[in-house]
């Protein structure tokens, strides 16, 4: 059945809500006081035009009159045919949602449907939910539970709790022997086998039971859209494209999460649960603020809370700061379609390397997932974090869109920790960068192909001018210090701090082969120990080492940066982060790879000021969306950041005319300098959008 029956409602959705009430039975949750009026208020108050509503949730109890399973026991109607009436009343989108790795009810009724541990153990989620394994007779109860939520005629399906962890029950290990002609690996034998173990997760714990479940939704009612709660850094590419569009809840902030999933996912949707904390609860402010930083990067927000009592009740002050926050989106929402990312900066995201080219192979020790993919994940995270403080126009773009066509869009690229790659990939950006694009590339890039097999030399070997000798792991573990950078030299420095820069492990050793070095990498004056050790800090620099950590590389008409140590990594917002690396990137890009990008917004707050730039369809227009990104932090408080500007160089029209089109109206002056349009836009408070027009 072709696509083009799907109920395409959901791309109009842009303040959608969740009553999450995973509820127990009577005494605790008596739910005797649900009121479909009371909701029906409580959705008009948000100004919410979608609502994904519970048909079965993390207990296993049903909302609706179910034949299958267990409907909750406090409730004395069919709470679905009820919701579901309103919210057509209202022109409300309906949502079903559906809760597939945690039953309660059918795990302590059907025990062999469990999902079991390697030591023959059923596994929980912490203290809570037990998982449900979905090769087990769980598949039939789903599939028929699902028909049933589809007679209701649901706008869409929402499955969640979908991580799809391994499996040692009595069904998994059958079907993996008859798969691989093995027993499947426990212990030390898991990391043996790795390849194995992703092979059976990916192809058969992932797609094969989502296309399962998508094509049984789809025979039952093809009418009907599905989504997965998850986006590209939880699922693979041929999961996701099962899905009709791409929800997640933020992994990485709001701002940098939508950014991800907006480069990556289709008709992307974030929704972030910690906005919401109900009965400790944020000023609307914080509503307004993270909400406007979701819709700037033109992603769909979505909210969900606790706010449902045990009598069924809900919170009223809730949806008075959800309406805060949606009633905003309604005044600028009519700017956030129609429109297409402007593009300068591309960082690439790599699922070969996600998947097949880590450095460092290591099981999860929680029910989750496989393999440790953090040290990649977080890197993308640093490098969308770089962008943002850069404040140029950066678009995250999946190694499968990385073609000459699509590169020759933009100025820069950006490969944070690219470990694996192809050779028809290392060919394209060999070709972009030797016709004028400039690169930076961090740790082992290209050291592996798309399948992790290992290299001798990086498939950019020749373009970044280096030749790649080892990793030094010494102090990996130390984490504030592995070693420092010394005989900076160039330009690159300018704006940087002057003074050795802390590094934090691991060491890439790598020999430049025609590539000018701009840093070396000198070592601590020693590793602390129970015997040794120097003040209170790390230890200072002693020893300068033979191995470069930042060189230039001129490569046909372009440029290609390599840094020899864990950049990305070192942007992370929480414990002792490395303030110089936030700087290094915008000193990158500003003194030698970008020095004149399409368009830039320059103020003294880098680090607390976000923006994104989009295109008009059809019109010489550009929106620029400037978000104060201190609101949260300072817990409401709205201080603005004053004096923030424009310089726009490329934009495809000159630029005739600025203004202020949100908060309120108001027109700006525009100037022409050094081959460039400035406009001053002054202060911003929360979220600013300025229209440049042609």
Not at 158 to 180: H, K, S
Not at 647 to 661: L, M, P, T
Not at 678 to 694: A, Y
């Amino acid at each position: 059945m072709s696509k083009d029956v799907r109920n395409r409602r959901y791309r109009e959705s842009w303040r959608g809500y969740l009553v999450d009430h995973h509820s127990p039975d009577p005494p605790l949750q008596p739910l005797d006081n649900l009121d479909v009026d009371e909701w029906e208020d409580a959705l008009k108050r948000a100004h919410v035009n979608c609502m994904l509503t519970y048909c079965k949730d993390h207990y296993g109890s049903t909302y609706y009159d179910t034949h299958v399973g267990r409907k909750h026991p406090g409730l004395k109607m069919d709470w679905i045919a009820e919701v579901a009436e309103m919210m057509r009343r209202n022109d409300i989108e309906f949502w079903a949602y559906y809760s597939l790795g945690f039953d309660k009810w059918a795990a302590d009724t059907h025990p062999d449907w469990r999902l079991i541990d390697e030591h023959g153990n059923p596994v929980r989620a912490g203290t809570k939910w037990p998982l449900l394994c979905c090769n087990t007779g769980y598949r039939e109860y789903m599939m028929a539970q699902l028909a049933e939520i589809l007679a209701y005629e649901p706008d869409s399906m929402f499955l969640d709790i979908v991580p799809t962890p391994l499996c040692w029950c009595e069904a998994c290990l059958t079907g993996f022997r008859e798969r691989y002609g093995m027993e499947m690996p426990r212990g030390d034998g898991k990391g043996e086998h790795w390849r194995t173990m992703m092979d059976w997760h990916v192809e058969v714990l992932q797609y094969d039971m989502f296309k399962m479940l998508v094509d049984h939704v789809h025979a039952v009612d093809p009418r009907v859209p599905i989504s997965i709660n998850g986006c590209h850094l939880h699922n693979p590419r041929k999961v996701m494209d099962l899905m009709d569009w791409t929800y997640a809840e933020p992994w990485a902030g709001n701002f940098v999460s939508a950014g991800f999933a907006r480069g990556v996912g289709v008709d992307a949707q974030i929704g972030p649960g910690g906005l919401s904390q109900v009965y400790n609860p944020y000023p609307p402010s914080v509503f307004v603020a993270e909400i406007a930083g979701i819709a700037a990067q033109g992603v769909r927000p979505f909210l969900f809370s606790g706010t449902c009592k045990p009598d069924g009740s809900l919170d009223r002050l809730e949806f008075d700061e959800i309406g805060a926050a949606y009633g905003e989106v309604e005044k600028y929402e009519k700017l956030l379609k129609n429109r297409d990312a402007i593009k300068d900066v591309a960082i690439v995201f790599s699922e070969q390397t996600r998947l097949w080219g880590l450095d460092e192979i290591k099981f999860r020790e929680d029910p989750w997932g496989v393999l440790v993919d953090a040290p990649y994940t977080e890197a993308v995270a640093g490098a969308i974090n770089a962008g943002a403080v850069a404040k140029v126009a950066c678009e995250v773009v999946p190694e499968w869109n990385l073609t000459c066509e699509e590169l020759a869009e933009y100025q820069a690229l950006i490969l944070p920790n690219m470990t694996a790659m192809s050779d028809e990939q290392a060919g394209i950006i060999a070709e972009w960068v030797a016709a004028g694009g400039s690169l930076l590339a961090t740790m082992r890039t290209g050291m592996a192909d798309e399948k992790g097999g290992a290299r001798l030399t990086s498939a950019l070997g020749e373009v970044l001018g280096v030749e790649y000798v080892g990793t030094d792991r010494s102090y990996v573990g130390t984490n504030a210090y592995g070693s420092y950078l010394e005989d900076r030299v160039g330009p690159l420095w300018r704006d940087l701090p002057d003074t050795c820069l802390a590094v934090a492990p691991p060491m890439v050793k790598v020999r430049a082969r025609g590539a000018g070095v701009l840093a070396v990498h000198t070592m601590p004056s020693c590793r602390e120990t129970a015997e040794q050790w120097v003040n209170w800090w790390s230890p200072p620099p002693m020893t300068k080492s033979e191995w470069p950590a930042v060189t230039l590389n001129r490569y046909g008409k372009g440029k290609a940066m390599y840094v020899g140590f864990d950049l990305f990594n070192m942007m992370r917002t929480g414990g002792n982060p490395f303030v110089w690396a936030w700087q290094f990137v915008g000193a990158a890009m500003r003194n030698v790879l970008l020095p004149k990008p399409r368009i830039q917004v320059v103020t003294d707050a880098n680090r607390s000021l976000d923006a994104t730039f989009f295109r008009v369809q059809g019109k010489k227009t550009v929106l620029v969306h400037l978000l104060n990104g201190t609101v949260k932090t300072l817990s409401g408080d709205v201080l603005a950041i004053e004096g923030t500007r424009l310089v726009v160089r490329d934009v495809g029209f000159k630029v005739k005319k600025a203004r202020v089109v949100y908060p309120e109206k108001k027109a700006l002056k525009v100037t022409r300098k050094d081959g460039a349009w400035r406009v001053k836009v002054g202060d911003v408070t929360m979220h600013t959008i300025v229209s440049l027009e042609g």
